[in-house]
């Protein structure tokens, strides 16, 4: 079955939320490899499961580090190990995997490697997490213009927030393909209906 990386424009975009809605949405397993700030939080594997249910199949991740900070410095500060893509593979599920990113597609696994690059390694497509409101064409864009720069598959874009017709206008005017808008919700459930089928995604990008 298919694995999709979600990644974000900006910290705080909602990225763990709406990884909680493409679960729920199409019966997916759920992994994040690279996982830090477990020193002040459970870590977004437990969040996921409190958002879409015990049954869901979640998956450890490759790392976990304590510091609330990008990987590579979390690393250094912790005296861990760097990061190696070749230490990376997707887990076996007969269901879809949603692959939760740390940070955007930039934030530092090592001193020479990125998001992008595990991205690259894993070979799965992306869906982007953007903010709905004032600042998500430029920090949308840059991400798009990124991804596309090194060949990387890209399903769409998510707005989540509160909900901005013009801003989402813009984006399709842009030529960006936005997959919906998610807005304020208080559990999964309220808004799996606004996502449109894995198939009919995977459909639309072929």
């Known amino acids: 079955m298919p694995a999709v990386f979600v990644t974000g424009t900006d910290t705080d975009v909602g990225?763990?939320?709406?990884?909680?809605?493409?679960?729920?949405?199409?019966?997916?397993?759920?992994?994040?490899?690279?996982?830090t700030g477990l020193d002040s939080d459970p870590g977004d594997t437990k969040t996921v499961k409190e958002l879409v249910g015990k049954d869901l199949i979640t998956f450890k991740p490759q790392v976990e580090l304590q510091k609330p900070l990008a990987p590579w410095r979390a690393c250094v500060l912790e005296g861990e190990p760097?990061?190696?893509?070749?230490?990376?593979?997707?887990p076996k599920t007969n269901d879809p995997l949603i692959v939760e990113g740390a940070g955007g597609v930039f934030v530092p696994l090592t001193k020479e490697l990125i998001t992008k690059d595990l991205v690259?390694?894993?070979?799965?497509?992306?869906?982007v997490v953007a903010r709905s409101q004032l600042g998500t064409?430029?920090?949308t864009l840059l991400t798009l213009e990124h991804l596309r720069a090194?060949?990387?598959?890209?399903?769409?874009?998510?707005l989540n927030g509160k909900i901005d017709e013009d801003n989402c206008t813009a984006l399709k005017e842009l030529g960006v393909k936005v997959i919906c808008q998610i807005p304020l919700a208080s559990s999964v459930d309220?808004?799996?209906h606004l996502v449109p089928s894995l198939t009919e995604l995977i459909n639309d990008y072929n």
């Open 15 to 35: 990225k763990t939320f709406v990884s909680a809605v493409l679960c729920k949405a199409w019966g997916a397993s759920y992994w994040k490899p690279v996982q």
């Open 82 to 90: 760097f990061l190696k893509l070749e230490d990376f593979k997707l």
């Open 120 to 127: 690259k390694q894993i070979d799965c497509p992306v869906i």
């Open 137 to 139: 064409l430029n920090h």
């Open 150 to 158: 090194h060949d990387v598959k890209i399903l769409g874009v998510i």
């Open 190 to 192: 309220e808004v799996t």
